[in-house]
T-cell receptor, first 115, second 114 residues
Framework: GAVVSQHPSWVICKSGTSVKIECRSLDFQATTMFWYRQFPKQSLMLMATSNEGSKATYEQGVEKDKFLINHASLTLSTLTVTSAHPEDSSFYIC???????????FGAGTRLSVL | DAKTTQPNSMESNEEEPVHLPCNHSTISGTDYIHWYRQLPSQGPEYVIHGLTSNVNNRMASLAIAEDRKSSTLILHRATLRDAAVYYCILRDVWSTSGTYKYIFGTGTRLKVLA
């Protein structure tokens, strides 16, 4: 199957700093990628839809100025958590799907810890 | 939005079959039923999907009720590596780009006993 890669897999940062997470589709092009957040023992929550060449679409309640999404190419989307605070500590996961496929392929996730 | 209901947790003995149920009484006629599973500290992985007919693949089988208001994921012989959270998802509305987005429910945490 198709492969989606996330980097880094784990990051620790100080409160007030910004963190960038990359999501790459390794063997296919993706005009759309999705970003999720998952707190411990909870389900995945869709944060936003990343669209290549246009603005991301954010789910209700997700601050777009806090979680900046850039989909610069057909194989790369980035999520930047700006001015991170301890409550932003979570597991962030991206997904993408080759054109015409019904299956979503997920990255391995990025665990963010904000001190 | 179509929603799914799954038991919070289930247990199975190793080498035995497991039937994971999912209720989706508000499913629309064009919703596909997808199953994914998430192992600890990993992203979800695809298991199987179907529309109306039962489906089989190397990982599992999917049995869909005739009225499509429920489905069951069947693992024929559970192994310890099958311990995970299993999510039943109805493919939700189109995103602006025309790609379907997923809305995850709470899922079923499967524990496999040796």
């Amino acid at each position: 199957g198709a492969v989606v890669s996330q980097h880094p897999s784990w990051v620790i940062c100080k409160s007030g700093t910004s963190v960038k997470i990359e999501c790459r589709s390794l063997d296919f092009q993706a005009t759309t990628m999705f970003w999720y957040r998952q707190f411990p023992k909870q389900s995945l929550m869709l944060m936003a839809t990343s669209n290549e060449g246009s603005k991301a679409t954010y789910e209700q309640g997700v601050e777009k100025d806090k979680f900046l999404i850039n989909h610069a190419s057909l194989t790369l989307s980035t999520l930047t958590v700006t001015s991170a605070h301890p409550e932003d500590s979570s597991f962030y996961i991206c997904s993408a799907s080759p054109t015409g496929e019904r299956i979503q392929y997920f990255g391995a996730g990025t665990r963010l810890s904000v001190l | 939005d179509a929603k799914t209901t799954q038991p919070n947790s289930m247990e199975s003995n190793e080498e035995e079959p497991v039937h994971l149920p999912c209720n989706h009484s508000t499913i629309s006629g064009t919703d596909y039923i997808h199953w994914y599973r998430q192992l600890p500290s990993q992203g979800p992985e695809y298991v199987i999907h179907g529309l109306t007919s039962n489906v089989n693949n190397r990982m599992a089988s999917l049995a869909i009720a005739e009225d499509r208001k429920s489905s069951t994921l069947i693992l024929h012989r559970a192994t310890l590596r099958d311990a995970a959270v299993y999510y039943c998802i109805l493919r939700d509305v189109w995103s602006t780009s025309g790609t379907y987005k997923y809305i995850f429910g709470t899922g079923t945490r499967l524990k496999v006993l040796a």
